[in-house]
């Protein structure tokens, strides 16, 4: 019996031997010394990745030549994808307080707490955050087991931190959360503006797509630092830290004065416009350039960049917009300029947000978290009823309302309202902002559950219990990239002692929580899938249309939409563009003009603390917290070996501090020592710092986007010390 093979009931051998009933075994449908094909498990773009078996395990990686994403290449983070899976400090049993206990003691422990919290506290009393790391169908049956099955009202994701903010901004502007592009795009524009993103660094193969580009684009950058994207550019606008959407409308002001506007597409297919218009008319160069830093003439130069390339300019962004204090105006910002021009749904168009994490946008429309499966809303009743209908969930267990987002869920627990939260495959005592803070949260919990491939992460060495994951490349699934693409990973090899999927650890928490008979269909990933599929009926990101994961790796990934349709107009091409026909997903189908008054970072450089911290990427061999990129001998030697401040010359010699000294950094929250880097590529007044490094977000000021709720982690004020 093989793992694909395994779909009866769950029984009381099943649980205290897994392994006896294939859960621990590769397909057989694998040759043993075959070649197959898999997503990558690393960042949103996706990339296809062929994995060589030996013995029937995978051994080797090397990129996929035919894959229409990377079509031959990859970063170094795909070449060293297998290597995370060998470390030692893999998590290979459950942990209940530190000792290994089995997984029948396990779950009984973690449905006899989780259900006494909530019955002695309400069903707000516990809460999840799941992840963009896990498979769709794993994280589906997540939100699905601990909303549906177990009655908890509150759950979010770590794509919070990364993604919330395009997710809001596109829902407003365009009736669904709808990135419109495909990564054709890159090679297609005449000019390609990046807003706060580095894809050199963060997306190395989607800036191996720009390098394609046989269109001599201008490529313009608007980043207050010269990454390294900024050095490939032909513009670079390195404007006051947050103070993008001032620009932004600045350079809106300058397209309506001087005839930038694409009238036939605004009166056609947008509402707003006049209101806007009138609104950026005191977004004066003047105005524009003494909050920015920049000329006036570098402000009518990139204006006239915009206005000389339409109709092929497409505007792109990441972390810099959507990790700010109005983070979503600021993507609206960048919306507004590609409708005000009719840069979009045209082949080098496009307003469009690069994701981060691998499976990002599938937490966007099938987490169950803030979002109802299939991008419903828990408080439509219509919609309630048909995920009802197509899950077979009864529709009196579906909650009318949404989750409360991460920060307020950890709000919550530091007011003691949340007892217990269960993490899933995220490790948020070092990414999360303000960290010192969340973990004196996480300490005033009565239940802290751990699910995750290691059980060395700084959140799981704070855990209760420690359920012990298989990671990719040990379990199968789908993946939804950043252009929509649905991609299939198979199982490749077995996870080590006792570890188990996550689709099989909700299986079986199901069952301990005996409410498996909600799940009867939920027998496999790909049975989930087609659950899925039947919730996404008649939405913008419809799936229908798809026969299964065969058919997905034979097109080399699926973009969604893919409705059942008669002419199979989307089996005829591997890479489509939204909104070519000019309608949006908004009732009247037309996409909205939204803005509002700029307004100031909440926390400023002052006297005590003079200089503003900005964090982000730091090499293309590091992801997130180096959970597993920290596991590769290889990708540590092309990452720094310390903890590197970047400070300009002038506040250097202003401060008394060498390139290679130490320094204390400080804010008004904690305090760290780094080794100075005297550079150009930071402007005076400003400092930067690598996100990967655990001691970073002690620094970073806790301030939120009030619409998206995602973290502003780019604006603390620090000041600087010699050790």
Excluded at 167 to 188: I, L, N, Q, R
Excluded at 244 to 263: E, K, N, P, S, V
Excluded at 637 to 648: F, G, Q, R, S, V
Excluded at 662 to 691: D, H, N, W, Y
Aim: net charge neutral.
């Amino acid at each position: 019996m093989t793992f694909r093979e395994w779909d009866g009931p769950l029984t009381a051998d099943l649980v205290r031997e897994p392994a006896k009933f294939g859960l621990g075994q590769v397909p057989s449908r694998l040759a043993p010394d075959a070649t197959t094909k898999a997503i990558c498990g690393y960042c949103s773009t996706g990339c296809g990745l062929k994995l060589h078996l030996k013995d029937g395990e995978a051994i080797n990686v090397t990129p996929d030549p035919d894959y229409p994403v990377n079509i031959g290449t990859t970063c170094p983070k795909g070449w060293e994808a297998l290597t995370a899976l060998d470390a030692p400090d893999r998590a290979t049993t459950p942990l209940l307080h530190g000792e290994a206990v089995d997984w029948d003691t396990a779950l009984k422990y973690f449905c006899g707490k989780m259900r006494g919290i909530i019955e002695k506290h309400g069903s707000e009393a516990a809460a999840f955050i799941s992840t963009g790391q896990m498979m769709l169908e794993e994280m589906a049956y997540l939100g699905a087991l601990a909303k549906f099955g177990m009655g908890l009202i509150h759950g979010d994701g770590n794509t919070r931190q990364c993604m919330a903010t395009a997710v809001t901004a596109y829902k407003e502007s365009f009736g669904f959360d709808a990135p419109p592009f495909t990564y054709a795009d890159f090679e297609e524009s005449d000019v390609l503006v990046f807003i706060g993103a580095n894809p050199c660094i963060a997306h190395p193969i989607m800036w191996q797509r720009v390098l394609r580009n046989k269109r001599k684009p201008e490529v313009i950058v608007v980043d207050p630092r010269t990454t390294e994207t900024a050095m490939s550019a032909t513009q670079h606008y390195a404007i006051k830290p947050k103070s993008d959407l001032t620009l932004l409308y600045g350079l809106a002001y300058l397209l309506a004065r001087d005839g930038g506007i694409d009238h036939d597409f605004v009166k056609a297919n947008t509402t707003g416009y006049d209101a806007f218009a009138s609104f950026v008319s005191s977004f004066t160069p003047m105005r524009v350039c003494a909050e920015t830093g920049l000329s006036t003439e570098q402000l009518a130069h990139f204006a006239q960049t915009i206005r000389d390339g339409t109709p092929r300019v497409s505007f792109w962004w990441t972390m810099g917009v959507n990790q700010g204090h109005q983070a979503t105006r600021t993507a609206q910002a960048i919306i507004n300029l590609a409708l005000m021009t009719g840069n979009i749904g045209k082949p080098g168009t496009g307003a469009n947000s690069i994701t981060g994490q691998c499976n990002a946008m599938g937490s966007r429309l099938f987490s169950n978290t803030t979002n109802l499966l299939g991008g419903h809303d828990f408080r439509n009743a219509a919609h309630r009823e048909k995920v009802g209908a197509a899950t077979g969930i009864p529709v009196e267990r579906i909650p009318s309302r949404p989750s409360l987002a991460y920060d307020q869920i950890i709000d919550a627990a530091d007011a003691g309202t949340v007892k217990a939260l269960w993490f899933i495959a995220t490790n948020p005592s070092h990414s999360w902002i303000d960290q010192s803070r969340f973990n004196r949260v996480l300490d005033k919990l009565d239940f802290l559950v751990v699910q995750d491939i290691y059980c060395s992460t700084e959140t799981a060495k704070r855990a209760h219990l420690v359920l012990p994951a298989a990671g990719w490349g040990e379990k199968e699934g789908c993946f939804i990239n950043s252009e929509r693409r649905i991609g299939y990973s198979p199982k490749v090899r077995r996870a080590p002692g006792q570890a188990l999927a996550d689709f099989h650890i909700f299986r079986l928490i199901a069952h301990y929580w005996s409410c498996e008979d909600l799940f009867r269909e939920w027998t496999s990933p790909e049975a989930v899938f087609r659950v899925l599929q039947r919730c996404t009926a008649d939405q913008p990101c419809d799936l229908t249309g798809i026969e299964g994961y065969e058919e997905i790796g034979r097109c080399g990934g699926i973009q969604w939409p893919a409705a059942k349709m008669t002419n199979e107009e989307w089996r005829m091409t591997n890479e489509r563009r939204l909104f070519e026909d000019g309608k949006f997903f908004t009732p009247d189908k037309r996409a909205k003009f939204v803005f509002d008054e700029p307004q100031a970072a909440p926390e400023q450089r002052c006297e005590e603390f003079p200089l503003i911290l900005i964090t982000g990427r730091g090499t293309s061999a590091q992801w997130h917290t180096e959970t597993r990129t920290g596991k590769s001998a290889v990708l540590a030697k092309m990452a720094p070996e310390e903890l590197l401040l970047d400070l300009h010359a002038e506040d250097a010699a202003r401060f008394g501090i060498r390139d290679g000294t130490s320094v204390r950094v400080i804010s008004k929250r904690a305090q760290l020592t780094a080794t100075a880097r005297v550079t150009t590529c930071v402007s005076p007044g400003e400092v930067f710092l690598p996100m990967h490094d655990n001691q970073v977000n002690q620094l970073t000021h806790s301030a939120f986007d009030p619409h998206s709720r995602q973290p502003a982690y780019k604006h603390s004020a620090v000041r600087l010390e010699k050790v």
